[in-house]
């Protein structure tokens, strides 16, 4: 059996821990805690706190969602 890629948001996780030197669940944490927000302030905050590119912080809210069921 092949190994198969990381597809979808979760591939861009290993690019953002290197560029933003924090770990996904340090980044999913700081989503969680701003629940009940809607996805696109997620995004903003991520962007506008944290100075993360638009891809990467779509990424992880995207993932954060789906993991907790949210979207």
Known sequence: MTDQ???GP???FPSIEK???QLISAWKDK???RYPA???E???MLKDE???GHGHANAI???TLAEDGLK
Do not use: F
Request: hydrophobic share 40%; glycine share 4%.
């Open 19 to 21: 560029k933003y030197g």
């Open 5 to 7: 890629p990381t597809k």
């Open 50 to 52: 944290h100075q993360m």
């Open 61 to 63: 809210v995207a993932h």
């Open 31 to 33: 989503v969680r805690a």
């Open 42 to 44: 997620l995004v903003a």
């Open 10 to 12: 979760a591939s861009y």
């Open 38 to 40: 809607k996805p696109m």
